[in-house]
């Protein structure tokens, strides 16, 4: 079958379809045709940067954005983008308000979706299901049971998805990784996780909504009732673009840390754990929420002291907002490495190592631990370019070529939300709470996290629906 016959076939797709998606039909001087949903801060200031350069490889030709002043601004960014890269003047680029008309575009081969949390699963079964890979922004999903479903589709449509936790991309963590899982440091005993800390804020009072804004839309599958303040969504100021936007520290649109920085750094414990197709057996502890005072909005944890068990009990992954930001492996001998964000030095003869006392990107108790293990028994999937290792997958037509490739998302994006569900079941309780978990079925038998683990739906914001849209009977979300 060719591309373009698979990507024609809209409206019901039968299931025998969806487990034989065509992928590998990339002649090498073929380019992909890019679309980009969300026209915010990551996209503008990263994700469309880092992947329109690679002019041989794609072609960005669509934008799209429930926000009409993004909407615009984003054609003008890509045509900028173009005028800057190849000298074109007016490169073509189409705009779509709604991210279903531009999934039903059959010229476009792989979507980016670069918006807020809660809307992550929809547009990325809806892209799938319509024939195209994905770069979905991080954390994978907002609940684990949309997770689940995200990975499942990527499973039967065989599409190529990278996830926007690019620290796998960054070498010192996968040095880090790679020494871990190959025991430089013996059994862990403990992984010291630092995610960094939200600040109260936002403003509660009701506002009118923007022309430019389709305000429903935005909050989606969450509830219609709330009211809009610009602190509650994003900057209209488009000079502003690249700010932080208020719902990322607003539930039920973003977690908070644990989802936002723990798709990162907890990632990288999944990571060098080896837990791609797995988690932990439980987690327990507390946090405190943000204060919501003098009308302030945002809601969210701030202070965060979590204890993930893994291997049956052998392994303490604890996450506490004490630490570092990063990642801290420690052995049984009380050997440790360590890494985060930053220029990192690390030839075996120059590597980093704490001198001052100052934590540095590539650390460990011993310089030498540092050293790279030749011909290692277990080689962790390296790239030195996230966005580009996105679009050689595609070319490949190989949905397991890219370094955070949907079943691994799942499970560390699942982690994060465990994390969540845990804080929010600790509420009120002074000794905090206790999760048990079973990754093998990713489940547990608390009634109240199995109520947190459900996919968020309103109207025809609905998995379910978009299941249904595209004949798929024998799943449910
Ligand atoms: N990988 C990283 O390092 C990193 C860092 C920060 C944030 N992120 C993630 O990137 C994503 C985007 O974050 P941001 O800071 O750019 O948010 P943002 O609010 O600045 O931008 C999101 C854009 O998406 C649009 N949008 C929302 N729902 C839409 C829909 N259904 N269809 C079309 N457009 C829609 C909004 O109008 C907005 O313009 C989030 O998932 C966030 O967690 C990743």
Redesign the pocket.
């Known amino acids: 079958m060719k591309r373009r016959e698979f990507l024609l076939g809209t409206g019901a797709f039968a299931a025998p379809f969806l487990m034989n998606g065509c992928c590998n039909c990339f002649k090498a001087n073929e380019k992909i045709n890019v679309g980009v ?7 503008t200031t ?1 994700d469309i940067p880092r992947t329109i350069k690679f002019t041989d490889q794609c072609r960005f030709t669509a934008v ?4 009409s002043k ?1 909407l615009n601004h984003g054609v003008k960014f890509i045509k900028d983008q173009y005028r800057k890269l190849t000298g074109e003047a007016n490169a073509p680029v189409r705009a779509y308000a709604d ?1 279903r008309d531009m999934m039903a575009d059959p010229s476009i081969d792989a979507v980016m979706i ?4 809660h ?2 699963a929809l ?1 990325a079964v809806e892209a799938m299901l319509a024939g195209k890979h994905i770069w979905l ?3 994978f999903a907002q609940t684990v049971r949309e997770g689940r479903l995200i990975a499942e589709i990527a499973r039967r449509t065989n599409r190529v998805v990278q996830v ?3 620290q796998r991309s960054v070498m010192q963590f996968a040095r880090v990784c790679e020494l871990v899982q190959n025991g430089r440091i013996g059994e862990i005993k403990q992984v010291e996780v630092g995610i960094g800390l939200d600040k109260s804020g936002g403003c509660s009072t009701p506002e009118p909504i923007p022309e430019n804004l389709d305000y429903d ?2 909050l ?1 599958p969450t509830d219609e009732k709330a009211p809009y303040n610009w602190t509650r969504v ?1 900057q209209q100021d488009l000079t502003k ?1 690249g700010n ?2 208020g ?2 520290q607003m539930a039920p649109y ?1 977690w908070g840390m644990i989802t ?1 920085w723990g798709a ?1 750094h907890l990632d990288i414990a999944q990571w060098g754990l080896d837990k791609d197709d797995s988690g932990p057996e439980s987690v327990s502890g507390t946090c405190e929420w943000m204060d919501l005072s003098g009308g302030k909005l945002w809601n969210v944890h701030t202070k965060y002291d979590l204890h993930y068990s893994y291997n049956g009990g052998k392994t303490d992954v604890h996450v506490c907002d004490k630490f570092p930001m990063g990642v801290k492996f420690i052995g049984e001998k009380g050997e440790w490495l360590y890494c985060m964000r930053g220029q990192a030095k690390v030839t075996p003869s120059d590597p980093d190592v704490p001198s001052n006392g100052k934590m540095k990107p590539l650390m460990a108790s011993k310089n030498k631990l540092l050293e790279p293990i030749v011909n290692p028994a277990k080689k962790v999937r390296t790239s030195e370019d996230h966005w580009l290792d996105w679009l050689e997958g595609i070319k490949l037509g190989d949905p397991s070529y890219t370094v955070t490739n949907a079943e691994g998302a799942q499970r560390s994006s699942s982690a994060c939300c465990l994390g969540q569900m845990c804080m929010e079941l600790s509420r009120g309780k002074k000794d905090g709470a206790s999760l048990k978990w079973c990754p093998k079925k990713e489940d547990t038998c608390c009634e109240k996290a199995r109520a947190m683990m459900k996919p968020f739906a309103r109207g025809q914001y609905d998995l379910n629906k978009t299941l249904a849209r595209f004949g798929v009977t024998d799943l449910k979300a």
């Open positions: 949903v969300g026209i915010g801060r990551i996209s990263m799209c954005d429930l926000d993004r991210y670069c918006i807020p949390d809307w992550h547009v922004q991080k954390p926007g936790s690019w839309m935005w989606g994003h673009i932080r936007p719902w990322i973003g936002n990162h």
